[in-house]
T-cell receptor
Framework: GAVVSQHPSWVICKSGTSVKIECRSL??????MFWYRQFPKQSLMLMAT?????????EQGVEKDKFLINHASLTLSTLTVTSAHPEDSSFYIC?????????????FGPGTRLTVT | SQQGEEDPQALSIQEGENATMNCSYK?????LQWYRQNSGRGLVHLIL?????REKHSGRLRVTLDTSKKSSSLLITASRAADTASYFC?????????FGQGTTLQVKP
């Protein structure tokens, strides 16, 4: 149990376009979902935390107007990178936790590789 | 911000040898976790150790925690080529996980 999927697994887009990444909890209800970004050979950096039905909480330095997060249901959160630029190319990983679970109890998706040309 | 710092940043060993990687953190913790990440893939949870535990084992993995020194170590015994991956420690701050910089382990067959 506790499987999290991401779609797409990789995407290439042109500079200036927007791209949406989906994160789904397949066999549990995810009250909270987290979005991370990972540059090559670096660690995971938390971008934002989203709770179902409410606005996401963004980490310092993350542009909320550029990285739109929607968590409309208990099994789906989406990250939209708007007006993408080459510097947005990265590995984006989501995680999800059940209702009432502690923050450390996160289940991670397989990641989405974004390349902006 | 990064809570954990890991060393070494990179480690290369022969198959069958043991691999030890260390993680230091800055603030008090309730628990600490170790994750593995194969190249270009998601995270695999390896083990969680609570602040009142000093050592924990899981198969070929041994994790220690020294809260007085704010440090943890992950030992992989009898390493295999399949253990080649990056390893991250993660600590919990209110409402979120903070990851260390990671150690890249290469196990040569």
């Amino acid at each position: 149990g506790a499987v999290v999927s991401q779609h797409p697994s990789w995407v290439i887009c042109k500079s200036g376009t927007s791209v949406k990444i989906e994160c789904r909890s397949l066999d549990f209800q995810a009250t909270t979902m987290f979005w991370y970004r990972q540059f090559p050979k670096q660690s995971l950096m938390l971008m934002a935390t989203s709770n179902e039905g409410s606005k996401a909480t963004y980490e310092q330095g993350v542009e909320k107007d550029k990285f739109l997060i929607n968590h409309a249901s208990l099994t789906l959160s989406t990250l939209t990178v708007t007006s993408a630029h080459p510097e947005d190319s990265s590995f984006y990983i989501c995680s999800a936790s059940r209702g009432g679970a502690a923050a450390y109890e996160q289940y991670f998706g397989p990641g989405t590789r974004l390349t902006v040309t | 911000s990064q809570q954990g710092e890991e060393d070494p940043q990179a480690l290369s060993i022969q198959e069958g040898e043991n691999a030890t990687m260390n993680c230091s953190y800055k603030t008090s913790i309730n628990n600490l976790q170790w994750y593995r990440q194969n190249s270009g893939r998601g995270l695999v949870h390896l083990i969680l150790i609570r602040s009142n535990e000093r050592e924990k084992h899981s198969g070929r993995l041994r994790v220690t925690l020294d809260t007085s020194k704010k440090s943890s170590s992950l030992l992989i015994t009898a390493s295999r080529a399949a253990d080649t991956a990056s390893y991250f420690c993660a600590t919990e701050t209110p409402g979120k996980l903070i990851f260390g910089q990671g150690t890249t382990l290469q196990v040569k067959p």
